[in-house]
């Protein structure tokens, strides 16, 4: 099988990060997250994720959530949860440099034909910036309220879509015969900008979700730390040569399979004591989150992509200030910064990596938005101006936060 994800340029210790939007929550408001995914992309982010679900029953008696250790999704049903797709064509439009993914899409809700119109689409306004973040789904209710195939043949239903997805973005017209989707001879145009279709991360941390990466994926995208799916470093690397094996076995490159993690994480200003012992994974000062992300980096991952665990606004932005300017560059600014060439449409390396971004990320951002037209620069206004005030905000918070103690909230 070719390889369908075109990587960013491959430089010795560089690992890229990225932030998960909240979907439901506090914080999962229209104009909360445009704010944090503007102040990321002028920070030198390397990646905005959004989260799917189209309802939550108010009964999910018969559904197991995976990543709590009571197996019940936390909050309750009753929130807004602003639709993925549709809220990334918003990213597009706020952000200019940093690539949009899901984290991850449930494949089987959507017929594969319209997502993958979308999703072409999107890479379109965005210039070839989208990533597909692609799972099976876990909410058998869910599945019945959208008309969803049988929640039990969510597996081959995926990799059937995930197929019939990949072959609409490369060839024209396509022709496709399968068991759960089938069409003859149509035009599906326009094709993503990525030559080789929308890379594909497959999330999940199950041997089923690992198989699936190593025979269909171009990245492995789990959530770590949330049991009973911990993925400590040692289950980690235990799964990447599983992977690794079941890509050779699919006569697949191991090494053309992204390795990424998504995680709950915060930098603190200074060293806490946990109220259980123990200080959680990738939640800590910037010494001790570094060094937890080398753990991971040294088992081959090349992407983070982080979860706020803070409940509003300011906070969020603080951390991801100091995670840009303390943590970030320790792993890209030693050879040049980030690299950031996708498909042609999106060249060349932010110099100075994350610290040069928080030094100066609402001039990023006029600067990305004067390379366009003079429509996209005005198109770009609303960002600039929120992710100009947000970082003076953020750095009046982190001035403040050296003469003194820092209440966080949570």
Not at 111 to 125: C, E, F, G, Q
Not at 314 to 330: H, I, M, T
Not at 343 to 351: D, F, I, M, Q, T
Request: aromatic share 6%; hydrophobic share 40%; glycine share 10%.
């Amino acid at each position: 099988m070719s390889r369908h994800f075109e990587r960013r340029v491959s430089l010795e210790g560089l690992v890229e990060f990225g932030i998960s939007l909240p979907g439901r929550g506090p914080l999962a408001k229209p104009d909360q997250v445009l704010t944090m995914a503007a102040q990321a992309d002028a920070l030198g982010y390397a990646s905005v994720f959004v989260t799917d679900h189209i309802v939550l029953p108010a009964s999910m008696a018969r559904s197991v959530y995976p990543y709590s250790a009571t197996r019940q999704l936390p909050g309750g049903a009753a929130q807004d949860y602003l639709e993925p797709l549709a809220l990334l064509g918003a990213l597009a439009r706020e952000t200019k440099r940093a690539r949009l993914g899901t984290s991850v899409l449930v494949v089987p809700y959507r017929h594969p034909l319209v997502t993958a119109k979308i999703l072409a689409t999107l890479d379109r306004l965005s210039g070839g910036r989208i990533i597909l973040g692609a799972g099976v789904g876990w909410l058998r209710e869910e599945f019945e309220a959208v008309g969803a195939p049988p929640f039990e043949q969510r597996g081959a239903v995926t990799d059937e879509y995930l197929a019939f997805m990949r072959q609409t973005w490369t060839t024209d017209p396509v022709t496709f015969r399968g068991r759960y989707v089938s069409v003859s001879n149509v035009h599906a145009l326009p094709k993503p900008v990525q030559p080789s279709g929308i890379p594909v991360w497959i999330g999940g941390h199950t041997d089923a979700a690992v198989q699936r990466a190593a025979r269909l994926g171009d990245g492995w995208h789990p959530i770590i730390l949330r049991p009973p799916g911990l993925l400590l470093p040692d289950e980690y690397g235990k799964r990447v040569r599983q992977l690794k094996a079941w890509a050779k076995e699919a006569g697949r490159d191991p090494e053309a399979i992204t390795l990424t993690i998504r995680v709950p994480m915060e930098v603190r200003p200074k060293r806490m004591k946990p109220p259980g012992g123990e200080r959680p994974l990738f939640q800590g000062t910037a010494e001790e989150v570094t060094k937890d992300i080398r753990t991971y980096a040294d088992l081959g991952v090349t992407h983070v992509v982080w979860d706020p665990t803070h409940q509003d606004l300011p906070s969020v932005l603080d951390n991801l200030e100091r995670f840009a300017q303390e943590v970030g560059p320790k792993f890209n600014r030693a050879r040049g910064g980030l690299a950031v060439g996708a498909g042609g449409a999106r060249s060349g390396r932010n110099e100075g990596g994350l610290a040069g971004e928080a030094r100066g990320s609402a001039s990023a951002v006029n600067r990305s938005a004067s390379r366009g037209s003079a429509s996209a620069v005005n198109r770009s206004e609303p960002a600039v101006n929120r992710s100009a005030s947000v970082v003076k905000r953020s750095a009046s918070k982190r001035r403040a936060a050296t003469k003194g103690p820092r209440k966080n909230a949570r």
